[in-house]
């Protein structure tokens, strides 16, 4: 976790947990995190089971040059990381995971950029699950809200249970977090099917503990 407002974003909504897997929906204030709801969004499951945009936020929905509220989010990058992404997602809604996606984007215009994904789980009952997110360009170019990206590949992912693994958050100390139950990431099908020429360098799973 490099970027500041995934780092800004974890502290908060550990904060509001306070030792349980996840907050609730209606405990989260968007003043207390007004400087970052511009790259923030809020997801739900729809009648498919699809992880979709409740909410984003005004310069998500401009880097992607449309209002994303009621897209999938899966859907922003390519064929062959959507089920992935859509598996990743499914464990942050039903096992209370902690997901952090690292990615490169791809303008209308051939222009990358790299940008960070960090999806936190929140507690809207079981007929209600929640997803609390926030996405940070890794560089700030020119063109970035002016050439919309329209494409992204996976460079790294990490599925974090930081009961069991510190995490070392840029020049901040370590923080203890819930155990959160494993995502049932198949890992042999998983690199098979992403395979290096996809540019994923690696993929980190923590294994968790606690099932809802």
Known sequence: MNQNGSITLFHYWNRL????????????????????????????????????????????????????????????????????????????????????????????????????????????????????????????PFWLGADPITDALIDAIRVIDPDKEPMFLKNRPEIPVPSLAPTELEAPETISALGRSRRIRHLVVFDGGRGE
């Open 17 to 140: 947990r306070d030792g349980r897997a996840a907050p609730k929906r209606s405990e989260v204030e968007p003043a207390d995190i007004k400087a970052l709801l511009a790259d923030t969004f809020i997801l739900e499951k729809d009648t498919r089971g699809e992880a979709v945009f409740r909410l984003a936020g005004t310069r998500l929905c401009a880097g992607y040059g449309r209002e994303l509220k009621g897209f999938s989010l899966p859907s922003l990058w390519r064929d062959k990381d959507q089920r992935l992404v859509s598996r990743l997602i499914h464990g942050v809604f039903e096992q209370k995971s902690v997901v952090l996606i690292t990615y490169e984007g791809f303008s209308r215009n051939g222009r990358s950029n790299r940008f960070e994904l960090l999806a936190l789980p929140l507690d809207g009952g079981v007929e209600n699950p929640r997803c609390l997110g926030v996405v940070s360009a890794v560089e700030k």
